[in-house]
Each structure stands twice: as C-alpha cells, then as structure tokens.
C-alpha cells in the first residue's frame, strides 16, 4: 500500500518518457527550379517554443559564411549569437530531392521539453532565387500527429508526422 | 583649406536641419555573417529619402568600432551626388558609422529688413554684428547622420547614450528590427527624456510611388514614440528638437540626426 503512489509515479514517468522518445518526424522536399542558374540553397530547420523563442536548431546546410545572414530569421534568432551550435548543427548543402529530418522533442542543451504548443520552422534562401519561410504550429505531448504543409518556392512540400505513445 | 571645408560641411549639416535636404549615411549591408570583410557606405545630402542628391565632404565621418573606439574609415571619395567610405569589419560586434561635426553657433539676425546669418556664439556676436542689427537670435545647433552595422554577435558599446545632445534608446537593438513589429524609442536630451521631439519615418522607393508614406511622430511627456515598420526594408529616422535655452552662449538649442536602418524579413 505504502508503495503504490511510486508505482503510479513511476508508471507516469515511464509514459512521459515513451512519449519524449517518440521523435517528430520532418520530411522536406527542394524543389528543382525550371530557370535560371542554380546554386543549392542554404537551408535551416529548428523548433521555437510558444513565444517564438528558438528551442532547438536540428539542422542547417550552408557552405560560407558570408550568406548565412540571408537566412534572416535563422540568423538573427540562433546564428549570429552562438556560433558553436551553428557548426555543430552544419550540414553540407543539398540539391534537388526529399529529406528526412527528426526531432527527439530535446533543446539544444539536451533536456526535453515540456509538453506545450511548438513552431517547427523552416527556412531556406538560395542565391539567385529566393527566400521561403515557414512557421508550422504543432502540439508536442502524447497524441499523433499528421501535418502536410504546402509547397512554396523554395521550400516544397513538408510533412511532419509523429506517432503516438 | 581643411578649415574652409569644415565650415562648409557644418553650414551644410546646419542648412539640411532648415532646408528639405537630409543628410544619410547608408551602408551597402547593415548585417554581416563574416568578420573581415567591408561595408561600402554611401553618404548623401536628399530630398528624397536614399535618392542621392549630393555628395558631401566626409572630414568629419568616423567608425566607432564595437570595443567603443573611434577610427577614421579606410578610405574615402566624394562624388557629386554621392560620397562614399569604406569600413573595414575587422572584428564580431555593432559598429556605428555618423557624420557630425559638433556643436556650432549660428546667430541670425535682420539689417534692414533682409535676414542674414554668421557663425558666432553670443560672446563672440557682438563684435561681428554690423550696426542695426535687428532680431538676433543665435541657436547653438548640433546635426548627426549615422547608421549601425553589426557582424555576428551584436554588441551595445556604440548604443551607449552619451548623455550629450539629442540621442535615443530603442527597446531593442537595431539589428532586431523586424518588419511588422513595434518598436518603442526614448528619445533623450543631454541624458534626460526628451518630450516634444520631432520624429518623421520614411523608406526608401518614394521616387517609385505617388505617396511617400511618410510618418510623423512627436516623443510624448516621457520622451516616447512607438513606430512599426510596415514592410522590411530601408528606413530612415529623421529627428529634430528644438527650445530656448538660458546659456551664456546661445539662445535657442536645435539639435538633429538622421538614423537610417533596416527592418527585416520576419
């Protein structure tokens, strides 16, 4: 008896902690463009929370410096201030073709976060062309999630799934 | 001679505070990913806002680099409807790139009938004033036109106010201006808020549209104004403000600058 609100205790840290593991799935597509000369986009995906507050940068695919200031949003909010985390998140640009990305709902020191409203926001801006920014509310807690965002310009369609616990 | 062009650009920064002639600085980029590199900075007198109108000369434009000093840019030219001046970013931080010239007496006065003006202070007047000098007035004027460039990380060593003349404190640092959000701005007098200031807000394309779209604002009895931009661009802050003064020097102060920035994408 003297045990059993430990056993309800840890039977709700244990789902609690089934549904953090229970990643976010992101499925990005680059559109090919049909004119002009091409150069691969830079490209970066992270979470704010509810106040648009950066939360975790899950990648960036770029190559100089000098252009990651036209990813404006990504680099006034994460870039410009905390240059380590950038370097770490870095991936080689990518051309044309669909991508898969996940988030393991953790920040960028590693702690999960609170179940809450998130934004995954995605950014690309490519040299010659344009700028595509996109700002997807989802719910992060225990349920199932199916989201398909339309194709833009330079961003095409995006599908955020998650799968319930 | 370095006189003689001194004398000609303060009688310029004086005139465009009286004239529709506004003096700019306007770097090539306000925001820079890479340290090392310049910022090419265009400075003009215009009607229009950023519509080169006139090149002025550039004796008195200076770089405060982040760390707070003050050096001269590593070159400089002055065309005829633009001047231009090249930075060099050396380091991470906000730099803040101004034209200004100090304070400067201008004293006005009417002999008979025609109004006229000299540089003289209220010591010095008396001496150069002719016989009959009528309505004098002498105005101690202060006129800046600056810009904020920040590579990476922004830093506040250049937004410290002074605490000397007109100068303001956004609620943000210039590099977050963000299109569509609001901006709140104290402006301050010799360190103190300052009410009654004179604020129009304009951007750039105004020779492409039929409307200017021009803002006008006045600091309110806590030296505050709140303005959003509309879209993301180039901006231009025009601030002026004026009263009497009890000074051994002048009678009126009259103090300006321009700030131009740009808000960005959201």
Known sequence: MKFAPLALLLLSCTAAAAAAAAPLHIQLELPKPEHGPYHRPYVAVWVEDASEKPVRLIEIWREKPDWIKDLRRFWRKTGRADQPLVDARTGATKGPGRYQLSWDGKDDTGAAVAQGDYLLVLEAAREHGGRNLVKQPFRWDESALEIKVKAGTELGEIILTKGTN | ?266
């Open chain 2, 1 to 266: 001679m370095a006189i003689a062009k001194l004398t000609a650009l303060a009688a310029l920064l004086f005139a465009s505070q009286l004239s529709a002639h506004t003096l700019t600085v306007v770097p090539s980029h306000y925001v820079q990913s890479k340290t090392g590199s310049f910022v090419s900075v265009d400075v003009s007198a215009s009607n229009m806002t950023f519509q080169a109108d006139k090149g002025v000369g550039l004796d008195a434009f200076y770089v405060w680099l982040p760390d707070g000093s003050k050096v001269k840019p590593a070159a400089v030219y002055q065309g005829k409807r633009k001047s231009q001046a090249e930075v060099e970013l050396a380091t991470d931080g906000t730099y803040r790139l101004e034209l200004g010239n100090g304070t400067r007496y201008f004293t006005s006065y009417e002999l008979k009938g025609e109004r006229k003006r000299l540089m003289a202070n209220k010591k010095e007047r008396t001496a150069k004033l002719p016989q009959g000098a009528e309505k004098v007035v002498t105005t101690q004027g202060n006129s800046r036109a600056l810009a904020f460039v920040t590579v990476n990380k922004p830093s506040e060593a250049v937004l410290m106010p002074q605490n000397k003349g007109l100068e303001f404190q956004f609620d943000r640092h210039p590099a977050d201006i963000v299109a569509g959000e609001e901006v709140t701005v104290i402006l301050l007098m010799d360190g103190k808020p300052a009410a009654g200031v004179e604020l129009d807000l304009s951007r750039e394309g105004e020779l492409y549209r039929n409307e200017p779209e021009r803002k006008h604002h006045i600091t309110d009895s806590s030296g505050k104004f709140v303005f959003s931009a509309p879209v993301a661009g180039r901006y231009l802050l025009e601030a002026s403000y004026q009263a009497d003064i009890a000074s051994e020097l002048a009678d009126k102060v009259r103090e300006g600058f321009t700030l131009s920035f740009e808000a960005a994408l959201p």
